[in-house]
């Protein structure tokens, strides 16, 4: 026998058991988006490599160590390793920039990026993100916080941090960077290589670096907190007032700087402990350069993404509800050849009207079929044979009580169908809502 081919390391699939906890992210994250004026971007997986070197920064772990490029007919072509980048590209590229502002838009789309894997660390992963262009104020900076915030809720999550930073503009910033120079560079011998190149190009890549010598050097570098110019101070205060407004609990953690180079001021992250190492489950924050450095006209902008892996590792390990898949409404069991195009000509009339309708498809007995349709969850099975093709009449079993109804098969059937039906659903509902009085 020929050797399996298993699916690439770091990729997963999502078989049809666990489908409905990705259902269920997706729905909570689209609505809550929605409900806060956001609407649907959908972009290509994959750009032009330079699109990422000019966005998400050449000296950034991303795009000297994780894409993933190829070379197709010449042209060079990376899988995206997030969504931002593509995002932007496509707001330029329709004009999107010169409606009304500010532009607002969300997508949900696979990311790959080649890293080492590890639960909650991925080379193929997906995002729910969105992307916020137009607007300046810190008020824009609280709105979005507020919807990552809403979503967590919404899918019913208790203890994950908000962590919020400022990283400044490109006047403190300049400042920041003189004062880390002076910090790493008597311990230059000590650095990884990759970090003498940081200290060069963009020292406060450095304070991300994940070698625990360059971690434990770091420990005690300048905060860029200290560094701030008046603007930008007063800018991550507001966002302090408004999410103290809203009631959002936060901490200020001056070392989160993000592995991506176009954020400036407000950075944001949501981290849990419950699964493991890989807990930031949302990363995001402001990008007010990055527009201009793509072509665009100077335009603030602000974003974040979620993992979604690690958003539903989470719920799971807090135990949050998820989607159930629907079950079958009706199983009809043919006796014989004689009796199938009966139950595929009543099967259809009741799955037009929205209803989950299985028949057999194995050639089975009626015993074998009897045990499928236990096995599905059938809510009432049907038996056709014979007798019932001759007198047009048939019994519909309920599979949960054992009653049996006797239903005509002619064209009043789907009506029918549908009053033992509503009445079935009907008496669930009583039965759950007895037995919540009971307890
Ligand atoms: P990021 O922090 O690189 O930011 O990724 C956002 C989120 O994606 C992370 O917090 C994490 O949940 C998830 N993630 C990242 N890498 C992996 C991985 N290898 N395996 C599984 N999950 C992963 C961005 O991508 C920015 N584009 C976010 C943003 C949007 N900023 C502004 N707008």
Request: charged share 25%; net charge negative; glycine share 8%.
């Amino acid at each position: 026998m020929a050797n399996k081919i298993t699916r690439p390391l770091g990729t997963e699939d999502v078989t049809p058991k666990q489908i409905y906890k990705w259902y269920t992210v997706e729905r909570l994250a689209r609505e809550t988006a929605e409900s806060f004026g956001f609407h649907e971007v959908r972009i290509p997986t994959f750009e032009n490599t330079n699109l990422f070197l000019r966005s998400v920064g050449e000296t950034t772990d991303v795009v000297q160590k994780e894409m993933y490029t190829v070379k197709a007919k010449e042209t060079e072509f990376t899988l995206r390793p997030e969504g931002t980048a593509g995002t932007i590209r496509s707001m330029l590229q329709n004009g999107m920039l010169n409606d009304a502002l500010p532009q607002k838009v969300y997508y949900i789309l696979s990311c790959f990026r080649h890293e080492r894997p590890q639960a909650g660390r991925l080379r193929e992963f997906h995002q729910f993100g969105i992307e916020m262009a137009g607007s300046q104020g810190p008020t824009s900076d609280a709105e979005i916080i507020a919807l990552a915030k809403t979503i967590l809720d919404n899918a019913g999550l208790k203890n994950i941090a908000l962590h919020i930073n400022s990283i400044g503009c490109p006047t403190c910033r300049a400042e920041y960077h003189k004062a880390l120079r002076a910090y790493f560079t008597p311990r230059k011998d000590e650095l990884c290589d990759t970090c003498l190149t940081r200290l060069e190009k963009n020292p406060m890549r450095l304070l991300d670096c994940k070698s625990p010598i360059c971690a434990e050097i770091g420990k005690d570098a300048p905060l860029i907190l200290d560094y701030l110019c008046d603007d930008c101070k007063a800018h991550f205060e507001k966002l302090q007032e408004y999410l103290r407004a809203m009631d959002i609990d936060f901490m200020i953690n001056p070392k989160i700087v993000r592995g991506l180079d176009y954020y400036t001021k407000t950075v944001f992250e949501f981290i849990t402990t419950d699964i493991g190492a890989q807990g930031t489950v949302c990363g995001g924050g402001r990008y007010d350069g990055l527009i201009e450095q793509m072509g665009g006209k100077p335009t603030p902008a602000m974003g974040f993404a979620m993992g979604l892996e690690r958003l539903i590792l989470t719920m799971e390990s807090q135990g949050c509800d998820f989607e159930q898949p629907k079950t079958c409404d009706l199983y009809i069991a043919p006796m014989d050849e004689a009796a199938v195009p009966k139950a595929m000509q009543l099967g259809q009339t009741l799955r037009v009207s929205g209803y989950q309708v299985e028949y057999d498809l194995m050639e089975r007995g009626l015993k074998a079929q009897m045990k499928y349709a236990n096995k599905i969850g059938a809510a009432f099975v049907m038996v056709l044979g014979e007798n019932e093709l001759n007198t047009g009449k048939a019994k519909l079993k309920n599979m949960q009580t054992g009653e049996q109804t006797e239903i005509a098969l002619d064209e009043t059937f789907e009506e029918k169908f549908d009053d033992i039906a509503v009445q079935f659903m009907f008496h669930d509902i009583v039965e759950d809502f007895e037995k919540e009085c009971q307890l």
